[in-house]
């Protein structure tokens, strides 16, 4: 215990009354006198007065039983807000930034009454003299309702003082304050006045202390060397090591994630919350927690949302139904995914949740929030409180799941904390519609600090203005840079410089920012026998400097533990790994592949891809698109020449039909395919489906005129008939786009294709788009004589295939002018149908046999645009392969 310390808890045991820069330290002396009671032998003992000053001043106005005016946090805020927003209505100030602008000018009224000063408008800017409007409105409003600014609370409570109606100790012990303030002279003031004492306690540097500087790489090296550090001290036992982080607000989440790394590399693998070695002083918002996170996504449910914000309401284990729902819901989830439209009405929501009964408990639960979607009440924030409470609780909310212990303290914090806090702005708030309190609680809730209440372990991570009072057998201090210590100066806009220097505010200068840092520097060096600074040397590609405060410090590299990581370990290991070659699956017992014709496209892509896709049922999930996708549209124009040609049936009758006539016939069918498509999907807006119907009618009209018309005559006998073919050892089922029979009796197959179309996928070595082979060939009574690809695209219409003899189709060459054919040897259709027939039986084979080989047949061809990279791995693969890794770790 240090000389400070024992006085402080000497002077505590005496009945002083100790007041603390901040809570923290109030906790932690706290703790300290306790300890020190109980050493001494004493069972009980009084309770010691050690408390913030803040919560002295509020304590204080309490007793005189005044509580109730106080305006503070997030009441006070919104009175700025609701005053500067009258104020600015209608003029060249509304787009101000009205958050930020209310807490500039709430900070600026603070100092004014702190430092006893008004403004003098003959010398004000434009923005000095608007503020000091917003400030004559917030003082008459206090005036009329009695209320009491946070800032005039000192001054109150002073004067209670003077007058007898509070009382003092003899002695105030202050502590932890790096700057002497107007509202701590005026207690000194008052203290003296009344014949008692007022003493700082302020540490002095030993000269026996050790004082070093350590540079570091980076922001992020800085980090990892502290928690090293750290670590390394922990193994040899030391139990109070403080880490003090000049801007912890910023490098929270990075600090968290390595501490607990290096210092409990197998947290994350723990299923309950257990007491951790380090505890962090600045907590996180309460909107990043879970719970919390959720209640707001659920409340937050329109008539609309998007298809991500539906998945996660499916997938939320916090809602009612969770746990007995979850593979229905999860089913449902890849359902709405399926439609690939970015968003989805509550209601048929709901609709698709009763089909079959398989999530009902969601489907009422939407159902709930659909009707709360509806309330366009206007109602005071406390009311919207009471009935967003009652909402979450009727749809199940925290879940049915037991919660972990910190997971209920962050459900207590949304209704102890947030939810009054949001009641607490009735008196300075109208009545108000949901959508605007539910914006409230949201920022309330990302402006409301969450911290975990557990014991501090031996690892103290704490800001600047944190670590006011503490004291560690060991400290590392980071971020001692040249704009950390001093910082620069910050001048509130709202009040003349030139005063804000005279009167010596907060940040007004840099001779005041200077003084400040040598404070807070002196009372570092005196708070632990060994003390470490460090900076970064760079930033991405910005050189940094150290502050020069510290530059007559010692540059040495303390001594640092090895890497603590999971990953780290593991390959400090380097285990030896056995090597597994598994490429081969069970056989297909019933030769039955449920896929079409996709089952042979992907075994000749990847072996793997068609095992994944057709034998485990593994697909990625959709992606959502603006507008319509592609395979939409694609299934649309497919459906839109379906009826089209079920009206025309052949070309005789496609020529006998004027300009106007074939308008009105591709307006019609067009209608017909949209509606009869999206009454089993989910509809994309109207409008979309306008722009999509004209689209749809100018694409078809192109390629009939263009291609449809200039054919050889022809009789359409087939559209999207389905088959079942019998290939090899495969059966699978099939869908033929359309079938044309020529004039001299011919058949042709033809398979429609929105995106580019390349031949070479039929005419190579390795046979790549099976889906015309197939139709040609697996029926050995009805033989094709010409297959092609349709290219539906505009300004790009044309038809791609081969044939049995030339001009069958516009420009489409026989297998004997076609040099893609003979390059295979082949000299006759015949040849050709027997070739694709041997391949489709071999791909047939490969898949029932089990065949699984991560084998691409081209990285970009198969690859590109696949699904299942995380699951086949093949980039690790490629590259284990190219740096050697793979042989080491076989």
């Known amino acids: 215990m240090s000389d400070i310390q024992s006085k402080i808890i000497s002077a505590a045991a005496d009945g002083a009354l100790i007041l603390t820069a901040n809570k923290r330290l109030a906790r932690h002396l706290g703790a300290a006198f306790d300890r020190q009671m109980q050493l001494e032998g004493k069972i009980v003992w009084p309770t010691a007065q050690i408390i913030s000053f803040d919560g002295w001043l509020r304590r204080c106005l309490m007793e005189l039983g005044e509580s109730w005016r106080l305006l503070d946090g997030f009441p006070a805020l919104r009175l700025w807000e609701t005053l500067i927003e009258q104020e600015s209505a209608g003029s060249n100030l509304e787009l101000l930034q009205l958050a930020a602008t209310a807490r500039k000018a709430q900070e600026a009224y603070r100092m004014l009454i702190a430092y006893d000063c008004q403004l003098d408008g003959g010398s004000l800017t434009e923005d000095q003299r608007v503020f000091s409007r917003w400030q004559r409105a917030y003082r008459e409003e206090c005036r009329k309702h009695q209320w009491l600014d946070r800032a005039e609370l000192p001054k109150l409570v002073f004067q209670a003082i003077e007058t007898g109606r509070l009382t003092l100790p003899p002695l105030v012990l202050l502590t932890g304050f790096d700057q002497w303030s107007p509202e701590l002279e005026g207690l000194r003031q008052v203290q003296v006045a009344t014949g008692g004492q007022l003493q700082e306690c302020r540490p002095q540097p030993d000269n026996e202390t050790s004082l070093q500087r350590t540079p570091c790489a980076d922001p992020h090296q800085e980090v990892e060397m502290a928690a090293r550090w750290t670590r390394q001290l922990l193994d040899q036992g030391a139990e109070s090591i403080g880490i003090v982080v000049t801007d912890l607000q910023a490098r929270r989440q990075e600090i968290e994630r390595v501490f607990r790394n290096q210092i409990e590399p197998l947290a994350a693998q723990q299923l309950q919350d257990d007491e951790a070695a380090f505890s962090l002083s600045l907590g996180a918002p309460l909107l990043e927690q879970g719970p919390i996170h959720a209640a707001l996504e659920i409340l937050a449910a329109g008539f609309r949302l998007s298809i991500d914000a539906a998945g996660s309401l499916l997938r939320s284990p916090y809602l009612g139904g969770s746990q007995h729902e979850a593979d229905s819901r999860a089913r449902l989830d890849c359902q709405l995914r399926s439609f690939r439209q970015q968003q989805i009405g509550l209601k048929r929501l709901v609709e698709l949740a009763k089909i079959d009964d398989r999530a009902l408990v969601a489907a009422e639960q939407f159902s709930l929030l659909l009707n709360a979607a509806a309330d366009s009440s206007n109602r005071l924030p406390g009311e919207w409180a009471a009935e967003f409470d009652r909402l979450l609780l009727s749809v199940g909310w925290p879940g049915e799941r037991s919660l972990a212990s910190s997971e209920y303290q962050m459900v207590k914090a949304w209704r102890d904390k947030l939810l009054p806090a949001l009641a607490s702005l009735d008196p300075v708030s109208q009545p108000l519609g949901r959508r605007q309190a539910l914006g409230l609680l949201r920022r309330m809730a990302g402006e409301t600090e969450f911290q975990i209440e557990a014991a501090t372990g031996p690892v103290q991570v704490v800001g600047l203005l944190e670590s006011a009072g503490l004291d560690f ?184 039909l004027d300009s106007v006539a074939l308008k009105q016939l591709l307006a019609e069918q067009t209608a017909r395919a949209v509606q009869d498509y999206f009454a089993e999907q989910l509809s994309p807006p109207e409008k979309v489906l306008e722009l999509e119907s004209s689209r749809l009618q100018a694409l078809v009209g192109e390629w009939l005129s263009e291609i449809e018309e200039m054919r050889t005559p022809f009789t359409v006998l087939e559209r999207e008939q389905e088959h079942f073919e019998q290939i090899g050892p495969l059966r699978i089922r099939t869908f033929i786009d359309r079938v044309d029979r020529l004039a001299d009796g011919s058949r042709v197959i033809l398979d429609y294709k929105t995106g580019r179309v390349n031949l070479d996928t039929l005419l190579a070595e390795r046979l790549l788009e099976p889906q015309l082979p197939v139709y040609a060939s697996a029926d050995a009574t009805q033989t094709a004589d010409a297959v092609a690809f349709a290219q539906v695209r505009r300004g790009a219409c044309k038809m791609l295939g081969i044939a049995r003899e030339a001009e069958m189709l516009p420009k489409v060459k026989g297998v004997v002018e076609s040099k893609p054919a003979q390059a295979l040897g082949l000299e006759n259709w015949s040849q050709l149908l027997t070739h694709w027939r041997s391949q489709l039986e071999q791909l047939a084979g490969d898949f029932v046999a089990g065949q699984a080989a991560v084998d691409p047949v081209d990285l970009g061809i198969a690859c590109q645009f696949c699904d299942l990279a995380a699951l086949c791995r093949i980039a690790e693969a490629q590259y284990l392969e190219q740096t050697g890794e793979g042989e080491r770790e076989s």
């Open 473 to 656: 057998a060991h400290l590392w201090v980071m971020g001692v840079g040249e704009d950390a210590l001093p910082a620069p100066a910050r001048p509130n806009p709202f009040l003349p410089v030139r005063l804000q220097i005279e009167k010596q505010m907060p940040h007004s200068g840099a001779e005041r920012e200077l003084e400040f840092a040598r404070n807070l520097l002196s009372r570092l060096k005196a708070a632990s026998p060994q003390v470490i600074f460090s900076y970064p040397l760079r930033q991405g590609d910005c050189e940094l400097r150290p502050s020069p405060l510290i530059l007559d410090l010692p540059v040495t590299q303390p001594q640092l533990a090895g890497l603590q990581d999971a990953c780290s370990r593991q390959f400090a290991a380097a285990p030896d790994l056995d090597q597994i070659t598994d490429q081969q699956g069970p056989l297909l017992i019933n030769e039955r592949g449920d896929g079409g014709t996709a089952i042979l496209k992907d075994q000749a892509l990847c072996p793997f891809r068609a095992f994944a896709h057709f034998r485990l049922n593994s697909k990625g999930f959709e992606l959502a698109q603006a507008g319509l996708d592609p395979l939409t549209r694609g299934n649309l124009l497919h459906k839109t020449l379906e009826y089209v040609w079920g009206e025309l049936k052949d070309q005789q009758r496609l020529l006998a």
